[in-house]
């Protein structure tokens, strides 16, 4: 069993930045292609980022291409998701999610291991 616990969300306004982090704990974190995924109440959740085993290889949602970059440290079993320039419209819950899959994916059925959510508000 992985175990994901998010922090870093909250308040910000429209242009501002917050940085997203996932501590992951009970397994080698270093096995598992990451990602993040976001979900406002009554949508699906949908894809951000995902990031390969050694952290080389990135993807991310063309709504947050070019404002995101999703990044890791195995040494210090960490991921993270720096965001600038944000919208209200990125308002949501982001997750943290362990992929079992080779490289990542934008599938959230992809994904073995979930942590609790951290609520990221933009106010406009």
């Known amino acids: 069993q992985l175990q994901l616990v998010e922090s870093g969300g909250g308040l910000v306004q429209a242009g501002g930045s917050l940085r997203l982090s996932c501590a992951a704990s009970?397994?080698?974190?270093?096995?598992?292609?990451m990602g993040w995924f976001r979900q406002v109440p009554g949508k699906e959740r949908e894809f951000v980022a995902t990031i390969s085993r050694a952290g080389i290889n990135t993807n991310y949602a063309d709504s947050v291409k070019g404002r995101f970059t999703i990044s890791r440290d195995n040494a210090k079993n960490a991921l993270w998701l720096q965001m600038n320039s944000l919208k209200p419209e990125d308002t949501a819950v982001y997750y943290c999610?362990?992929?079992?899959?080779?490289?990542?994916?934008?599938?959230?059925?992809?994904?073995?291991?979930w942590g609790q959510g951290t609520q990221v508000t933009v106010s406009s």
């Open positions: 009970g397994r080698t974190f270093s096995r598992y292609p």
């Open positions: 999610a362990a992929s079992l899959t080779m490289y990542g994916s934008r599938v959230t059925y992809e994904y073995e291991y």
